[in-house]
């Protein structure tokens, strides 16, 4: 079964930072591409980063362009967020993703890990 | 950077209505779409990619249609269990985007 499980989420000051990360189960995490999609409070969603399958690739909202970081460990079957200067509109519940073959779809979505940006 | 637009932002149909959700692209992606459904605090499921292609173990009465702009999804028969927001979400390219969503509710 796939699981993808988030965890890093809290509270920070604006122009703090939080490390999320994503541990995945239940298939060969090397061979997808992944991603970080976000849902503000009563909001859309929102994508916000990916990277393909080895990590060499990645790919940034221009919303985060700059401020975020995206890394994986194939040898941990992780997957990482770094969010430097978050802003108030950066608060949200931040899901891990799996991409589909690395087509750009999502097949599977962890259970979220929310993040609270407030002073 | 390719907009994706819904429409409506929200409906109301009754138990059994043919309900059509709209998204258009601001550009041309193809058939790179997929749809997505968002139930009341539960995490996105996919339901549609290529634009018409179901997932497996989705209910027959969705369906999608559309290339180049203007993609539909289409519930045949609109069911209880179907209230929840749907989003479309373009990747014909590595700037992946979605829709804004449309909430459906039964009337």
């Known amino acids: 079964e796939v699981q993808l499980v988030e965890s890093g989420g809290g509270l920070a000051r604006p122009g703090g930072s939080l490390r999320l990360s994503c541990s995945a189960s239940?298939?060969?995490?090397?061979?997808?591409?992944m991603h970080w999609v976000r849902q503000a409070p009563g909001k859309g969603l929102e994508y916000v980063s990916g990277?393909?399958?080895?990590?060499?690739?990645?790919y940034f909202a221009d919303s985060v362009k700059g401020r975020f970081t995206i890394s994986r460990d194939n040898s941990k079957n992780t997957l990482y967020l770094q969010m430097s200067s978050l802003r108030a509109e950066d608060m949200a519940m931040y899901y891990c993703?799996?991409?589909?073959?690395?087509?750009?779809?999502?097949?599977?979505w962890g259970q979220g890990t929310l993040v609270t940006v407030s002073s | 950077d390719i907009q994706m637009t819904q429409s409506p932002s929200s409906l109301s149909a009754s138990v059994g209505d043919r309900v059509t959700i709209t998204c258009r692209a601001s550009?041309?992606?193809?058939?790179?779409l997929a749809w997505y459904q968002q139930k009341p605090g539960k995490v996105p499921d996919l339901l549609i990619f290529?634009?018409?292609t179901l997932q497996l173990g989705v209910p027959s009465r969705f369906s999608g249609s559309g290339s180049g702009t203007d993609f539909t999804l289409t519930i045949s028969s609109l069911q209880p269990e179907d209230v929840a927001t749907y989003y479309c979400?373009?990747?014909?390219?590595?700037?992946?985007?979605f829709g804004g969503g449309t909430k459906v509710e039964i009337k």
């Open positions: 979400q373009k990747y014909n390219s590595v700037l992946l985007s």
């Open positions: 290529a634009a018409s």
């Open positions: 239940g298939f060969t995490f090397r061979n997808y591409a």
């Open positions: 993703v799996r991409d589909t073959y690395s087509y750009g779809y999502f097949d599977y």
């Open positions: 990277t393909n399958s080895e990590g060499g690739g990645t």
């Open positions: 550009q041309d992606i193809s058939n790179y």
